[in-house]
């Protein structure tokens, strides 16, 4: 079974704070993705990467960065808090190519205080 | 990016009723999924779609695809508690970004 885990299932920091959030595959997939999920606003891209050290900007990128520098894993940055960026970050992997379905982790509830 | 529109947004039914989720591309699906999500929790696979006018179906949930490729219905038979969650579809506007839709709330009362 595919299989991708958070590093935690929740979270609390600080306004101001540098936030990590990891996330690992063990399936050797290509594509790795970051989405964040709020009430009425569904499931929005954040970043994804489609290789080691290649990432690509999706819909809301601002106040978050990321790192690929393993295949495997895939972090996402907050580099500095802030209360509107508390919500439910979920990853997932896809292999490359065609049209497949994306498996995701369990999510992350961060809260910012 | 691709946009999908998801109605309705929330939904309650009695169980043992039978129900219908659409969601709506403004442009060609290459590839349109459905994720069904607990509350808190990761997302989990239930069908995915390519071709135009394609159904699938598993136990009492049936996916279908317009000829068009731009709309898409997910319809429950005989809704049971267990069906309760969060829907979501999801598609790939381009080879490699995956977008969603903002979801369908079930809740199915005993």
């Known amino acids: 079974d595919v299989k991708v885990t958070q590093s935690s299932r929740y979270l609390v920091k600080r306004t101001g704070e540098k936030v990590f959030l990891e996330c690992v595959q063990d399936?050797?997939?290509?594509?790795m993705f970051w989405y964040r999920q709020d009430p009425g606003l569904g499931l929005r891209l954040i970043y994804f990467?489609?290789?080691?050290?290649?990432?690509e900007k999706g819909d809301i990128p601002e106040g978050y960065s990321v790192s690929r520098e393993k295949k495997e894993r895939f972090s996402l940055i907050l580099e500095s808090a802030s209360t509107n960026q508390t919500s439910m970050y979920l990853c997932?992997?896809?292999?490359?190519?065609?049209?497949?379905?994306?498996?995701f982790g369990q999510g992350t509830r961060l809260t910012v205080v | 990016s691709q946009e999908l529109e998801q109605s309705p947004q929330s939904l309650i039914v009695q169980e043992g009723k039978n129900l219908t989720i659409n969601c709506t591309s403004s442009?060609?699906?290459?590839?349109l999924y459905w994720y069904k999500q607990k509350y808190g929790e990761g997302l989990i696979f239930l069908m995915m779609?390519?071709?135009?006018?394609e159904e699938k179906s598993h136990e009492k949930i049936t996916a279908k695809l317009d000829e068009k490729k731009q709309q898409s219905s997910l319809h429950i038979t005989a809704s049971q508690p267990s069906h309760a969650g969060i829907y979501l579809c999801?598609?790939?506007?381009?080879?490699?970004?995956?977008?969603f839709g903002s979801g369908t709330q079930l809740t199915v009362l005993p």
């Open positions: 442009k060609t699906l290459y590839g």
């Open positions: 990467s489609y290789d080691v050290k290649m990432k």
């Open positions: 779609l390519q071709k135009g006018g």
């Open positions: 997932a992997s896809s292999p490359r190519g065609g049209v497949t379905e994306a498996f």
């Open positions: 999801g598609a790939n506007g381009s080879a490699r970004q995956l977008t």
């Open positions: 399936m050797d997939h290509e594509n």
